[in-house]
């Protein structure tokens, strides 16, 4: 390291922003698993009990519901919604929906979507 860098402004920028893009990677490696479990779930909830898809809130707004609970764990715990992208959102979001409809056709289950 040049001497001198370590005292700089611009180090110790670059520390926080590698730390930054560290964080970034880490935190939607874990949305999309807890996407994955939610979807895993609920599609599980629908095929053992196919009435739960006839109450008020369908399945679908089920992972939007997961969404936004972690949108929700990120504000709480001061990492701030920012620290994902809206395309991570979507992917986690879509991933989960599928993951539960394939859930439900795979054990035969009928299930009204909408």
Known sequence: MPQGLESSTMGRAFG???LGAG???AIDKIFYGYMALAGLV???VLVGWPATAEIAIKPYFWMLL???LFDGFLLVSGKGVAAMTMQNRVAGFVGG???MVAITIAAGATVSWF
């Open 42 to 44: 609920a599609g599980a």
């Open 97 to 99: 929906a599928v993951l």
């Open 23 to 25: 964080f970034l990677m």
């Open 16 to 18: 926080k922003i590698a």
């Open 66 to 68: 997961a969404v936004a």
